[in-house]
């Protein structure tokens, strides 16, 4: 063989070399081409099944990754279920039908709040049966969840929904939210048969006739959808005390069930991140059983899912931390001020209760709680309302205030409200930080409202059955001795009086205020041991 002939042989080779490599690599290029264009089709055609809902009055979310809230709302209705036949029909003997239970009640209420400085997250549950003044400033008073219900439009001559909720919760609380998620009854359930069912530690017998919750064995036991459904919807629950042979009831309403239900996430997320999320074909699954029942607000576009999914994919769902609004639970009765036939009976709603309620807010909003330190007393003014029925109770708190250093406009009387009942404030639209002010100086029930850019004051307070302003330093211990003093009077205008000062009020919290650090019971369910 020639020397010209083996430089043709090995120039060959190299040829052929160089021509596999450049066909690999045009082929690996084209592999990721097609799984990245494949990935985007993927993406975009599960976000194409989410469901849409228009809310109006959504706060902006500011720019240079600022904290953000996100309202999840589980939805109650009935109404939604009748596609969904076989579920339909085996529920609807313990939560009723759709002819039974009109509309749809935002049954579980919670805030989201997400810190991206931070990369951590913050669960707070509202009670649904939290009383609160509805936005529209009539003086409408509801459960927070009968905010959500289209049926309550036939009666009350106006439009209830999502945006009715989110407006009740930013103006009342003060709590801001950027965007919106919906689930309901019939998502639940296939969540939790997509993941095989998931199992719960339970420390005794549990049983509710109403939800269906039947746990006729203590220890870690299986649950599927339709149980665990009826856990997480158990307000009427009765629990087995092994130590004396009885059934003894729960009592905690739906507090507890916010519990139950904390507890219960935290044990479906990590089995969520355990199992289905490290496996592709689980994880189709599980989307495939949320996202068609999935409703998101209009401005929830793909790329915040893919920058919210990219930005917390180290939290670990289940050790977020998780909270209730304080609470107190009262025993009076309450009267529907835009609808006087209407009232409510002792113990179907609860109360918020300051300053819990507003220290709890400002530590879970962090560094986007309104800066309502900064305002100086001196500069806002305040009309006072009798709302109590009890004798020179607005005289009583505008005398208090101005001892703080607000400017007192007037003093009047508004409609009674019931026999327990929250004292509101009413700042005028763009003047949160002065309604918080205000309500930072009472103690007792009390909550916000948004009021009317035309009211002579900056405040408008409207005294409750119980609540008292907080005295200057200096005073404390004076107000604490003048309280005790007229809270041993036998005179009718003595106990009228004593009902707004300080010493009845801090008697209240101490027998019904349900608090968010609020240990759970024995007898409720948690993790099993990790094996």
């Not at 296939?190 to 919750?213: A, M, W």
Request: some cysteine; hydrophobic content about 35%; glycine content about 8%.
């Amino acid at each position: 063989m020639t020397h010209q002939h083996q430089k043709k042989i090995v120039k060959s080779s190299k040829l052929r070399r160089r021509r596999r490599i450049v066909t690999a690599l045009v082929g690996f290029l084209a592999l990721i081409l097609i799984l990245g264009v494949s990935g985007y089709v993927y993406v975009h055609y599960r976000y194409d099944q989410i469901g849409r809902v228009h809310v109006n009055g959504l706060t902006t979310q500011a720019a240079g990754g600022k904290p953000e809230n996100i309202l999840l709302v589980g939805d109650n209705s009935r109404c939604t279920l009748k596609k969904y036949s076989s579920f339909y029909q085996k529920q609807n003997d313990h939560f009723g039908t759709c002819s039974e239970v009109g509309g749809g009640r935002s049954d579980v209420t919670m805030v989201l709040h997400l810190d991206p400085a931070k990369h951590s997250a913050y669960l707070l549950s509202i009670p649904r049966d939290l009383w609160m003044p509805m936005p529209g400033g009539t003086g409408l008073q509801l459960r927070v969840d009968d905010s959500l219900n289209s049926a309550e439009d036939s009666y009350l001559d106006r439009q209830f929904g999502p945006t009715m909720l989110v407006k009740a919760i930013q103006q009342d609380l003060g709590i801001p939210i950027n965007h919106y998620v919906e689930l309901n009854f019939y998502t639940f359930e296939k969540v939790v048969d997509t993941l095989g069912g998931i199992t719960i530690d339970f420390p005794t017998k549990l049983k509710d006739y109403y939800s269906g919750l039947n746990i006729t064995e203590p220890g870690c036991q299986h649950l599927n959808g339709t149980q665990a459904l009826a856990l997480v919807r158990a307000r009427h629950l009765y629990y087995y005390d092994p130590t004396t042979g009885t059934w003894n009831y729960d009592g905690t309403g739906d507090l507890g069930r916010i519990q139950r239900t904390h507890i219960f996430l935290r044990v479906l997320a990590s089995q969520v991140k355990s199992s289905a999320l490290s496996n592709p074909l689980d994880a189709n699954a599980l989307l495939g059983s949320i996202l068609p029942a999935l409703k998101l607000d209009q401005g929830f576009t793909l790329s915040d899912l893919v920058s919210l999914a990219l930005t917390y994919s180290h939290v670990n769902p289940g050790s977020i931390p998780t909270t209730t609004l304080p609470v107190i639970i009262p025993n009076g009765t309450f009267h529907d001020l835009a609808n006087p036939t209407n009232y409510q009976a002792p113990g179907s709603i609860v109360l918020p209760y300051q300053p819990n309620d507003l220290t709890q807010i400002t530590k879970f909003l962090g560094s986007s709680a309104p800066n309502y330190q900064a305002v100086a007393p001196s500069s806002v003014t305040i009309s006072v309302l009798n709302g109590s029925g009890i004798t020179n109770e607005a005289a009583h708190t505008a005398s208090g205030l101005r001892a703080l250093g607000y400017q007192i406009d007037s003093i009047g009387n508004a409609t009674y409200a019931g026999t327990d009942s929250e004292a509101v404030v009413r700042y005028k639209p763009g003047d949160l930080a002065m309604g918080e002010k205000v309500l930072s100086s009472l103690t007792g029930q009390a909550i916000m409202a948004e009021g009317s850019s035309t009211q002579a004051a900056d405040v408008v307070l409207t005294t409750g059955s119980t609540v008292a302003v907080d005295p200057p330093p200096s005073t404390a211990s004076s107000s604490s001795s003048s309280a005790s003093s007229s809270s041993s009077s036998s005179t009718a205008s003595s106990s009228s009086s004593s009902t707004s000062n300080l010493q009845s009020v801090t008697q209240l919290a101490n027998t019904n205020l349900w608090s968010a650090s609020e240990p759970i019971s024995w007898w409720d369910p948690k993790a099993c041991p990790s094996k």
